[in-house]
């Protein structure tokens, strides 16, 4: 009774094992062939902060599934705070113009006064109610200086402008790809986790019939329990890159499911092959938007010193009145009256010193910030000429790779119908491995040439054409 109760036993643990086995690879299968990205749950712990947000913060619906040209279109990225800010800036500069302009121009203004005084020895009305009108004629052009200053700064402010678009851009790209790569991340733990639970429940089982020993059941549920852990990881992952990316959007409460992957042929047709190291530093000191935009506020510095160094200069200005004058039109005052006037700076207690003073102190700065920026910008372009070198190099390591991986799950699954031992599960992980490292190698092409659009002034974008989603596996799409 005792031998088969434990034949029993051991027949019903191996149709258990293969059972959970079975079902374990058809969960691999599942997921290997599903090519939609797997979406975390969105969840609210506080739902009055999130209304309290909702009141404070403007509100988009995002259409789904979302696409990367849809974020990149400019209807949306006018609305973003950097943009917002710079036209704010750009509206102080062009009030700036407007008070300088203003201050030489023709003014009018009415006159009036009620007042007293003593003349010939007595007490006399002297009352005031006139119409006046007055200009600066000539002040040694510092006021034209200075409304030339502020336009300069206005062109600089415009510049910086498209700076602050493409440099939004290039976020959003960044931001999108970093959900893709989360959700695949997420599939190819969540495949691992599968497989190190199939090999800890077969464990058990053996274990139960005194195959192997509690060491390799501790053993094989460490593995477990790590894999576990990689996919809450990955899930968590999955979450915080979506809030990132909204809250680049500037739509914190947003929580975006299904992602469109971009179309991204545009950037596989570029070569730096006649193109070397010096002549790409070069492009891009010249057509550089920040670069630009410094070099104008240097011109804008230039300006503003000239306007200092006029301060102490006279200035001749016209000045007309007219009404009543005095309060004895008949003796004295008349009706109207009209003067050129000049004033001959004296003594100032060192304020035009201390104008040029600050004047020649901005400039030395804004020098200083275009010599810095030139510096980063080499830097920064030789380490991306270095990468882009390097992409055709990880491209073949990736297909290699890819191939490899392929070939060893058809040589696994075909050990594994001849009943022999086999790692399945681990060559189908391998291969979403292969896929996850082509498509990071893609999103990493994109981001490293439209960084050195982004660089040279150029608009950072895609081709206006649709997404497309490639069908079957993502490494035959990418070949």
């Known amino acids: 009774m005792i031998m088969q109760s434990v034949k029993f036993k051991r027949s019903f643990l191996t149709q258990k094992r293969i059972l959970s086995r079975v ?10 062939v599903n090519a939609v990205y797997a979406q975390p749950k969105a969840s609210v712990e506080n739902p009055a902060l999130v209304q309290t947000a909702s009141e404070t913060t403007p509100s988009k619906v995002l259409p789904e599934p979302l696409t990367l040209e849809y974020l990149l279109s400019d209807e949306y990225l006018i609305q973003s705070p950097q943009m917002l800010l710079q036209n704010a800036r750009l509206k102080q500069v062009q009030s ?37 009108l007055g200009k600066v004629l000539y002040d040694f052009d510092q ?26 851009r290039f976020a959003i790209m960044q931001g999108f790809f970093n959900v893709l790569l989360a959700d695949f991340q997420f599939r ?47 899930e968590s992952r999955q979450l915080q890159s979506r809030v990132e990316l909204v809250n680049i959007l500037h739509q914190p409460n947003a929580r975006p499911g299904e992602f469109t992957f971009p179309s991204l042929k ?31 506020q240097l011109d804008s510095q230039k300006s503003n010193l000239e306007s200092a160094l006029s301060q102490g200069k006279p200035t001749v200005r016209a000045d007309a009145w007219a ?43 804004t020098e200083a910030e275009y010599q810095q920026l030139s510096q980063s910008l080499r830097a920064e372009v030789t380490e991306l000429y270095f990468q882009i070198k390097l992409l055709q190099a990880e491209k073949k390591q990736h297909y290699a790779f890819g ?27 391998r291969l979403s491995q292969a896929n996850y490292d082509l ?10 040439w439209s960084q050195i659009d982004y660089l040279m002034g150029k608009k950072v974008g895609l081709e206006q054409s649709a997404s497309a989603v490639a069908d079957g596996s993502i490494v035959n799409s990418l070949k």
Request: glycine fraction near 4%.
């Open 188 to 234: 190819i733990d969540d495949e691992a986790m599968a497989i190190e639970y199939v090999g800890f429940d077969k464990v058990k089982d053996r274990n139960a019939i005194g195959q192997l020993s509690d060491v390799d059941l501790l053993a094989a549920e460490s593995s477990y329990q790590k894999a576990l852990v990689n996919r809450m990881r990955s």
């Open 403 to 429: 191939d490899y991986a392929d070939l060893y799950l058809d040589y696994s699954r075909a050990l594994y119908e001849n009943e022999a031992a086999t790692d399945l599960g681990d060559a189908m992980v």
């Open 96 to 132: 700036l113009i407007l008070t300088n302009q203003t201050s030489t121009d023709w003014q009018a203004n009415i006159e009036g006064r009620l007042g007293w005084r003593e003349y010939a020895q007595e007490s006399q009305n002297h009352n005031l109610l006139a119409l006046h």
């Open 23 to 32: 079902l374990g690879l058809v969960v691999l299968s599942g997921l290997h």
């Open 323 to 365: 009404g009543q004058l005095s309060s004895y039109p008949e003796i004295r005052g008349g009706n109207w009256r009209a003067e050129i006037s000049v004033n001959i700076p004296l003594y100032d207690q060192g304020s035009q010193a201390a104008a040029v003073a600050t004047s020649q102190a901005n400039l030395a700065m």
């Open 266 to 296: 545009r950037f596989a047709k570029r070569s730096l092959e006649d193109l070397s190291l010096e002549d790409l530093q070069a492009q891009v000191l010249q057509e550089s938007l920040k670069l630009q935009a410094i070099s104008q």
């Open 143 to 168: 006021t034209d200086l200075l409304v030339l200053s502020a336009q300069q700064r206005l062109d600089a402010e415009k510049t910086l402008s498209e700076a602050v678009d493409n440099q939004q």
């Open 439 to 448: 498509v990071a190698w893609k999103f990493k092409q994109a981001l490293l």
